[in-house]
């Protein structure tokens, strides 16, 4: 009998440690200054590609996801230490990445590199080029051995060309169209540079189970379309 209630206990337990995983909460972790990817709309809210993205693999996972903004600087950092549980901030797949936490499969292919400069004689490999910090832009600039300025924040690498302390910005073509669009000063030059695997979520390499399930929802996304779609309404790149 006591076993009988033993058992019946462990069932319980076990249920009910099922259904608090199955309802618990996923803080995912983003930049909020990185449009149209991530950034904070008018009502303090994160929005963007990334946020439309997010919201509809947590659907699809059957999980509960909040969001959680962080600079980039110590965005993994702070994923390792657990300040929330994934990392959905256009960030490329690398093997430096990789050697500290795990990534799904990719949700975009390689976005194209750009330069966004004041001229378009500007040379890179001569010039004083800006970079965000800890950027795969910045590491390509670094082991080409050019003249490198970085910035925490990618809008002070375009106001660092605006004010003249740099000759060029390189980032992401789809970050830095607007800036060429809308100041007729910015011009986007014609070299471009493919850096990096595609962009996939960071997820703690402990964390395997989730990994697997968001793996599982950006396939169903591809597989289904819905993907390519919200790459093209956001204007991001390439579709699969």
């Known amino acids: 009998m006591n076993k009988l209630i033993l058992t019946t206990a462990a069932l319980a337990l076990s249920a009910g440690m099922a259904l608090a995983e199955s309802h618990s909460v996923v803080r995912m972790g983003t930049e909020g200054a990185y449009a149209p990817w991530n950034f904070i709309n008018d009502a303090g809210e994160v ?9 509809e693999l947590c659907a699809r996972a059957e999980l509960t996801c909040e969001w959680v903004t962080n600079d980039w600087a110590s ?18 797949i690398n093997d430096k990445r990789d050697e500290v936490i795990d990534f799904t499969q990719n949700y975009t292919l390689p976005d194209p590199s750009a330069y966004l400069a ?6 890179p490999a001569s010039g004083v080029i800006a970079a965000q910090s800890t950027t795969i832009q910045s590491s390509f600039i670094a082991e080409k051995g050019w003249t490198l300025v970085e910035f925490a ?9 605006k004010n003249g302390e740099a000759d060029a910005v390189l980032a992401d073509k789809s970050y830095l169209t607007p ?31 989730l990994r697997e399930k968001f793996n599982a929802a950006i396939q169903s996304m591809k597989d289904d379309g819905s993907l390519n779609a919200l790459i093209v309404k956001w204007e991001i790149g390439a579709t699969f």
């Open 118 to 123: 004041l001229s378009a004689d500007v040379d």
């Open 179 to 209: 800036f060429a669009e809308d100041d007729p000063d910015l011009v986007l030059l014609e070299q471009e540079e493919l850096i990096g695997g595609g962009v996939g979520m960071g997820i703690r390499e402990s964390d395997g189970e």
């Open 75 to 92: 965005i993994i950092p702070n994923l390792v230490s657990g300040n929330y549980d994934t990392i959905i901030a256009g960030m490329s």
């Open 47 to 55: 929005d963007g590609f990334e946020r439309e993205l997010g919201d």
């Open 153 to 161: 924040t990618p809008e002070e690498t375009v106001a660092a060309v």
